[in-house]
């Protein structure tokens, strides 16, 4: 039987990679795209080339930006003197769709994890460390899972080792348990946010 | 509030504009594509290139390949004898992993519509009866809503205009009403398929 030719079969394949999308919809997807090239395809082509281009991490938090210190570590109405600690970039975006926080954040880039092998060099925590200046209080807001808290503890201890007196606080409960901050709809987040407690 | 940057927003626009894709995944897969640009977003634009430059649409029968007349229409196992007539390309993957059908393919394309303003001209109907010479039967393969019948039994009309007779089935009763040809589970399509019925 003739299977469907190589180039579509590779965009499939490449499509059915991504997150969230299975097999079935990656065909979905590849059929769309190449049912009509120049309305489907090109404008998603020139926005994965202009994003691909332009969009880089910022050296100082770790959100992806086109500029570099990024919009949020250079607003004059973000406060610089808290920083909330997240995983990853989307947590930013979960976290500024609430809008109610006013801070700076940093990505560490993951959580602690033995069994993914995953040590405290791998994760941005000695950059974190180094920009404690002016910073008053630390808030962490990793995912409430085992590695999740393990990381925050580990980051907590060492914060507290260069600079004992900064207040280290944590989303309050209200994360559901095994949850990632990334997926919390966003008057959960925005409430966890405002109610957050001593770490 | 700083909205996420324009490079980003503009790509998880696009993105959520893919079938079966909402803006949630749409935000996780632009995370995914640009937390590592070599490794995610180069093969998904490598393999994008690739297929808009290689697959085209076949001129005898519709369907997508990177040869033309594509390999349906050239494989030497395909009985020519029989078409098989189905909306988009979609239908005819569907129908090849069943490896039931062994014959050739139409994709007129959509279904007669008067909402959205398909008429007959606006389908693939013309090419279909330019193809008559030398086929036996033409199987009808249209999701079985009003719409796909009625477009159904306008084509039958032509071909017995145009070829008094040669046979025209359909597919067997067991596709689900107001179901779409493309979504069904492949045995449910087979059986269709084995027991198709004089139309």
Redesign the interface.
Known sequence: ????????E??V???A?????GTR?A?????????D?DL??A???Q??????E??HACTLCGN????DPC??CT?KH?DASKICVIQ???DI?AM?RT?FYDGHYHVIGGVLSALDGITPDKLNIKSLLNRLDNVTEIIMALGATVDGQATAHYIAEQIRTVKPDIQISRLAYGVPIGGEVEYLDDSTLATAMKSRANF
Do not use: C, Y
């Open positions: 039987m003739q299977k469907s030719p190589d180039a579509i590779n965009l394949k490449k499509l990679k991504l997150p969230s999308v919809s065909r979905r997807i590849a059929l769309h795209l190449l049912s090239k489907n395809m404008p998603l082509e926005a994965l080339a202009f994003a691909k332009t969009v992806l930006d086109v500029h919009t949020i607003h973000k990853s970039v989307g975006w500024e809008g």
